[in-house]
């Protein structure tokens, strides 16, 4: 597997030198999977016997020019966990298949990139999405195509909401605040700062792209917590970090949510640690806001300590995750790819193989497509997906699992530790959204 995971790397090399010359009849990059030898083909009752046939999913990516770590992570668990199902005897004994789609650029290259495999695949199943930018780009035309695609969650409600055929692991951005509202407001006594008054009082510091208007869902909600400070910064904005936490000091603010760019909640924990100010604050927001970029930047990693966390998946190291241990270690990987990255998307794998699943057993091999698999999305209620609880609320309110997890760094900064079990996002008033 490791041979096949770096001919892939060379292959992926090879097209960033020579970009310019890659046909454009030719959008995808097929990952080699592993063919099984002598595997016995997973049973279940009423499923077909598709031994000797291949069961393609297409993986929206930019996977030339700049990569972060979160994003190499993502693609690794996706081969990784592809090679490891097929070992096993693939889907119903079908071989899996992951062809990257190249989905670099602006939208228009990524609408462009969608529509040549619309014409070049007569069946396409359903479509996996990397980033938040290419969700937004592709989400009106997989709704009014009726495509289903799993996504990163990251987009948020005008990408996710009820009636979409986007669907993730993971909750999106205004749930997580909602969670954590709530959350705040029910366990303050047991984790404000330490010498906190009774009184919550919430600095606000976020990217309108990652959040917008978060007041919207504080005005909306039954126990609005008081805001004592605000800041929204774009991704590619500049700011003086310090004067940032100075006003929030001034403020008497003593609870921050954050979510904003990796590097910028690096900056901002350097910063507040190099004030003295770090045990004033509690400090809390969405795992991708301390991930990737955020662990790179940080000038030490017990900066990040006592930092709380929300994440649709369980940590390594700190439950069940017998399945996505194994894997990893099948891939032979460095450990710089253990992180939530991966988790996420062998949850985003497993859904979509979940919802193939569901098609092949109602309706047979010959007559599923991505109507039937997007039904099998939609009427799902307890999906086995690795490192979560499965609970999902599509059609309800946006579509993506319902539940959340909440967890601390350690004090050394190199641990993840699980802080309370999976429990319900609050229900969230959605925005009129103009077409």
Not at 39 to 58: D, F, H, K, M, S
Not at 76 to 101: C, H, K, P, T
Not at 363 to 379: C, F, M, N, P, R
Request: glycine share 6%; charged share 20%.
């Amino acid at each position: 597997m490791k041979r096949i995971a770096l001919l892939n790397m060379i292959l992926i090399m090879f097209l960033a030198a020579c970009d310019s010359e890659i046909p454009q009849s030719t959008p995808t990059i097929k990952i080699a999977t592993a063919t099984p030898s002598n595997t016995a083909v997973p049973t279940r009752q009423g499923a077909p016997n598709l031994e000797g046939q291949t069961i393609r999913i297409y993986y929206f990516c930019a996977t030339t020019g700049p990569s972060d770590s979160a994003k190499q992570s993502q693609i690794a668990a996706i081969m990784d966990s592809a090679d490891y199902i097929n070992e096993r005897g693939g889907i119903f004994g079908a071989q899996l298949e992951i062809e990257l789609v190249e989905a670099r650029g602006n939208s228009e290259a990524v609408v462009s990139a969608y529509e040549r495999v619309m014409q070049l695949d007569e069946n396409p199943y359903l479509f996996m999405l990397c980033e938040r930018e290419i969700e937004l780009a592709l989400s009106p035309l997989l709704s009014e195509d009726e495509m289903p695609a799993i996504g990163t969650g990251q987009a948020g409600i005008q990408a996710y909401a009820s009636g979409a055929t986007l669907f993730s692991p993971n909750p999106i951005p205004e749930a997580h605040f909602a969670f954590w509202m709530e959350e705040i407001q029910e366990n303050w006594a047991s984790i404000r700062p330490e010498g906190a008054d009774e009184e919550i009082r919430l600095a606000l510091f976020t990217s309108p792209e990652l959040l917008p208007d978060p007041l919207f869902y504080l005005e909306n909600s039954d126990e609005p917590i008081e805001v004592v400070w605000q800041r929204e910064m774009d991704l590619d904005e500049a700011g003086n970090i310090f004067d940032f936490i100075y006003d929030i000091r001034d403020a008497n603010a003593n609870a921050i949510y954050m979510h904003v760019d990796g590097s910028i909640a690096a900056e901002f924990m350097n910063a507040l640690k190099a004030l003295g100010l770090r045990e004033r604050f509690l400090v809390v927001g969405p795992s991708n806001a301390f991930e990737s970029a955020f662990e790179s930047e940080l000038l030490r990693p017990d900066y990040a300590a006592g930092i709380f966390i929300s994440s649709a998946y369980t940590w390594w190291g700190s439950g069940d995750l017998a399945i996505a241990e194994d894997i990893f270690q099948s891939s032979g990987r460095d450990q710089g790819f253990k992180n939530g990255s991966y988790l996420s998307a062998l949850q985003g794998l497993d859904m979509a193989i979940y919802a193939i699943e569901e098609s092949l057993v109602a309706v047979g091999h010959e007559k599923t497509d991505s109507q039937s698999i997007l039904q099998a999305l939609i009427s799902a209620h307890d999906m086995d997906i690795v490192a979560s609880s499965g609970e999902t609320n599509f059609g309800e309110n946006f579509q993506t699992l319902s539940e959340l997890q909440i967890s601390k760094i350690s004090e050394d900064g190199n641990t993840i530790m699980e802080y309370q079990a999976f429990s319900e996002i609050p229900e969230i008033q959605l925005p009129i959204i103009a077409e």
